[in-house]
T-cell receptor
């Protein structure tokens, strides 16, 4: 079983739609959680951190459910420019190195 | 530039050859990471350097893989006797410090696309 699992998609949505991605992680002691965005053939870039209380950045809302070990990302009012692969990322508790464990990513295609 | 710089951007080599991939982290970043991304896969952690501490090599897939970081800055990832399954994009990242803090974003380079024939 992978440490971080995501539905690879693709999710095809029209502009203006609301779309949600979920991610599950297997290590219950994981400490930190992030969403990264990766455009085709580009490097991953940090989209936002995920906090237990939930956090919002503009059209993006991230939630963490430690009891169920899942993380979610909600995108409201989708734009064409949101088309990308969204990577769910956790850092393992047992290591203090800051190394990141990535899910395989969920691909989003926003259509006109 | 101010970002993480990797070279070469593309490398094609024959099976069995050795390759060296280079990473220049962002100036002042003490933590440096190597990951690889195979086609259609997520990123896979390879190795991590933090200051003068012993590197975390737990992600290296075999003893054909090694990395060093000289002077706390530039890092080289070496793959000996390359195999076709080594074909992937090798990404380097740096951050201001390692550790479990939430706000330690890793900044990635553009990667080296390695193809083994």
């Amino acid at each position: 079983r992978k440490e971080v699992e995501q539905d690879p998609g693709p999710f095809n949505v029209p502009e203006g739609a609301t779309v949600a991605f979920n991610c599950t992680y297997s290590n219950s002691a994981s400490q930190s959680f992030f969403w990264y965005r990766q455009d085709c053939r580009k490097e991953p870039k940090l989209l936002m951190s995920v906090y237990s209380s939930g956090n919002e950045d503009g059209r993006f809302t991230a939630q963490l459910n430690r009891a169920s070990q899942y993380i979610s990302l909600l995108i409201r009012d989708s734009k064409l420019s949101d088309s990308a692969t969204y990577l769910c990322v956790v850092t393992p508790f047992y290591s203090n190195t800051g190394k990141l464990i990535f899910g395989q990513g969920t691909t989003l295609q926003v259509k006109p | 530039g101010a970002g993480v710089s990797q070279s070469p951007s593309n490398k094609v080599t024959e099976k069995g050859k050795d390759v060296e991939l280079r990473c220049d982290p962002i100036s002042g970043h003490t933590a440096l990471y190597w990951y690889r991304q195979s086609l259609g896969q997520g990123l896979e952690f390879l190795i991590y350097f933090q200051g003068n501490s012993a590197p975390d090599k737990s992600g290296l897939p075999s003893d054909r893989f090694s990395a060093e970081r000289t002077g706390g800055s530039v890092s080289t990832l070496t793959i000996q006797r390359t195999q076709q399954e080594d074909s992937a994009v090798y990404l380097c990242a740096s951050s201001p410090a390692g550790g479990r803090g939430r706000n330690q974003p890793q900044h990635f380079g553009d990667g080296t696309r390695l193809s083994i024939l």
